[in-house]
């Protein structure tokens, strides 16, 4: 089964400062992965997606992602986060497997921005 | 481009009350996907349409679940007999149908409370 972590619940930086946020993964084979951002009472919005070639891929709003099979981890990056960047951040791997579109979600990383 | 539009935003109900909620799609997608998203976590994986038909449903869908999608266009999501722990966020996505990698595109949610 594929299951995706997200190591830290919540992480808090100040404005200006450089960001990773950290997503390792469980996959049988070449998984298509995915970073979603949602802000509070709102619905997931897609920052970036990986399925194959260059493995580091940019993304919306100036995010990033590196994509490393040794270590099985997709982690996200920003050079230097701005206020509007507070929100809770999804890492998702999938599909489960040929016909199967279910994606895999971590619990989460919430990013809390100090003025 | 109107993206997934849901309705309601927010219900409150009784439990043992049914409820229904809506999920238009993007309109050239025709690949739907309902998720159940809890407080603190990620959203899970609760079923899938393509077209009109449905292809997939996950475990977490008990009996009193029922999702449809009747002209392949809007979906419905019914709970019949509402229990406290079915209080989530309900979160519809929509795809293109004919490439593995086409994204998810998440609408805000509708958020239900069971008292």
């Known amino acids: 089964a594929q299951s995706v972590t997200q190591p830290d619940i919540h992480i808090t930086v100040s404005e200006g400062a450089s960001l990773e946020l950290r997503c390792n993964y469980s996959y049988g084979a070449t998984p298509y992965l995915f970073w979603y951002v949602q802000s509070p009472g709102q619905g997931l919005q897609l920052l970036l997606k990986y399925f194959s070639g260059d493995t580091l891929v940019q993304g919306i709003k100036g995010f990033e992602a590196e994509f490393k099979r040794s270590q099985s981890s997709f982690n996200l990056r920003k050079p230097s986060v701005h206020w509007s960047d507070a929100a809770e951040y999804f890492c998702a791997v999938g599909p489960l497997g040929a016909g199967s579109y279910q994606l895999t979600f971590g619990k989460g990383t919430k990013l809390s921005v100090i003025p | 481009d109107t993206g997934v539009s849901q309705d309601p935003r927010h219900k409150i109900t009784k439990r043992g009350q049914n409820v229904t909620f809506r999920c238009d799609p993007i309109s050239e997608h025709n690949r739907l996907y309902w998720y159940r998203q809890t407080l603190g976590q990620g959203p899970e994986f609760l079923t899938y349409?393509?077209?009109?038909?449905?292809?997939?449903k996950s475990r977490l869908l008990s009996d009193r679940f029922s999702a449809e999608r009747p002209k392949g266009s809007f979906s419905t999501l019914e709970i019949q007999r509402t229990e406290q722990g079915d209080s989530a966020m309900y979160l519809c996505?929509?795809?293109?149908?004919?490439?593995?990698?086409?994204?998810?595109?998440f609408g805000n949610g509708t958020r239900l409370t069971v008292t």
């Open positions: 996505a929509s795809s293109v149908q004919g490439a593995d990698n086409s994204p998810l595109h």
């Open positions: 349409f393509q077209n009109e038909a449905q292809l997939e």
